[in-house]
């Protein structure tokens, strides 16, 4: 049998301490699958006298995670620590040059910074693992990197965030506020104190990111995602989504088109029917439309301690059958210094169908001018439906319409007429329809 692999890890949250009791449970029934132990040998954490319901006695403890990085005492250096910059990206970097396979969940630093730290390892002949970054246990890097040899991506899509998903889903089932659903998401544990990253769409951005570069060998471009969060959805949209067919999800989509590639994530009506609209609560779902195979879609558990470990423990699993001299594949699906540079499509000639509620004056002229500023915008209407809302004495009627596969830009300039006029009472509401299987 080869010599065990041995395993540090920085990091011992809720992922980190899931990964040193996963490999202890399963330590025989991952020696037969890899050919060889796996051992954790050295670790690294904030606080050495907390609890953490896991033994660590054997291993070296490392008060500074970046000498751990480049101890002789390890082969594999996986990274929990999380942050684009600091100690995470230190680490990461000093594990690389030291010839050190790395093992990381951390999307933060590789929208930031993947590229670069792929060029050290594939200079080094290192291998660089992150499948737990994106969706959690869905196994949706190696099947894009590594399983899809030969097809030409066209568009991947998903639901990124189990925060997210859970917050539309409750409001959708129980009628819920969002505020009511995000405070019940804190005190699960499945929103932060400070949701801000979660519910504005920057975690889903980041994972995006990620994904685009694996999907059309591009530069990764966190910065050039077009992003909307979940705040400003309310029952009256979840309402008139279900009225009309659809489900409202938080999707993260990433698409070739000819000004360039389209990145956004914002709320997105799916129909109801759809394979994507059926998945709830916490759930992540990723799917990948290709020439040859078509679309495959991919949805499990996006998050916590056992689903994120799972991910990090099959990639620490493919460093341990992999042997010496092996000519490692390139960290996202094509040599670093190869990646094209990202060519941002413009946001507003996207194409596609649109939900837009207006809450307007219930007087004489109204509806007629909302439906003037869409015929000189070139826009059709797929369907249109009135609620009577407020009181007789300042009575005022909710105006949904849906229209047929127009241009952002389009949306946009009619939107803008329609409040410049003065017939809007509130805020209006546009939500993208999202073509999905």
């Known amino acids: 049998m080869a010599e065990a692999l041995r395993i540090g890890i920085a990091g011992l949250g809720t992922v980190g301490a899931s990964v040193v009791r996963v490999l202890s449970e399963k330590a025989s029934e991952l020696t037969r699958q890899c050919g060889r132990q796996l051992v954790v040998t050295a670790v690294s954490a904030r606080d050495r006298s907390r609890n953490r319901g896991v033994d660590v006695a054997a291993a070296k403890w490392f008060d500074d995670p970046v000498e751990l990085a480049k101890s002789a005492d390890i082969d594999v250096f996986v990274e929990l620590i999380g942050g684009d910059e600091g100690p995470a990206r230190a680490c990461v970097k000093a594990a690389l040059e030291a010839g050190k396979h790395v093992v990381t969940a951390n999307k933060a630093l590789l929208a930031k910074h993947g590229v670069s730290l792929a060029e050290i390892a594939e200079k080094k002949g290192v291998l660089l693992n992150y499948e737990a970054a994106v969706a959690g246990g869905i196994p949706i890097i190696k099947t894009m990197r590594e399983a899809m040899a030969g097809n030409s991506v066209t568009r991947v899509f998903g639901i990124l965030n189990g925060t997210c998903n859970y917050i539309l889903t409750r409001m959708e089932a129980e009628g819920l506020s969002f505020e009511d659903c995000l405070k019940d998401a804190q005190r699960l544990g499945y929103a932060e104190a400070d949701p801000t990253f979660d519910i504005e769409g920057n975690d889903t951005a980041h994972k995006l990111s990620i994904l685009t570069s694996l999907a059309f060998g591009c530069k990764i471009s966190a910065d050039d995602i077009y992003m909307e969060g ?208």
Do not use: C
């Open 230 to 437: 979940i705040s400003n959805i309310s029952q009256a949209d979840i309402r008139a989504a279900g009225e009309l067919g659809y489900r409202i999800k938080l999707l993260g989509v990433a698409q070739q088109t000819d000004s360039g590639i389209e990145q956004r994530v914002h709320p997105t009506m799916v129909p109801t029917a759809s394979v994507i609209a059926q998945v709830h609560g916490v759930t992540n779902a990723v799917a990948v439309e290709t020439d040859i195979l078509g679309e495959l879609l991919l949805s499990g558990p996006g998050a916590g301690g056992n689903a994120t470990a799972s991910a990090v423990i099959g990639d620490i699993a493919d460093i341990a059958k992999s042997r010496p001299g092996f000519q490692h594949g390139p960290v996202f699906g094509r040599p670093a210094k190869e990646l094209k540079p990202y060519k941002r499509a413009k946001m507003r000639a996207h194409e596609g169908g649109y939900f837009i509620r207006l809450t307007v004056h219930d007087r004489v002229g109204v509806f007629a001018a909302v439906a003037k500023r869409m015929a000189d915008n070139d826009i059709s209407l797929e369907s249109i439906v009135q609620h009577a809302v407020g009181t007789e004495e300042n009575a005022s009627k909710t105006v949904i319409l849906v229209t047929h596969e127009t241009t952002e830009a389009a949306v946009r300039k009619a939107v803008d007429g329609i409040t410049k006029d003065g017939h809007l009472t509130d805020k209006p509401q546009v939500i993208r329809i999202e073509r999905a299987g």
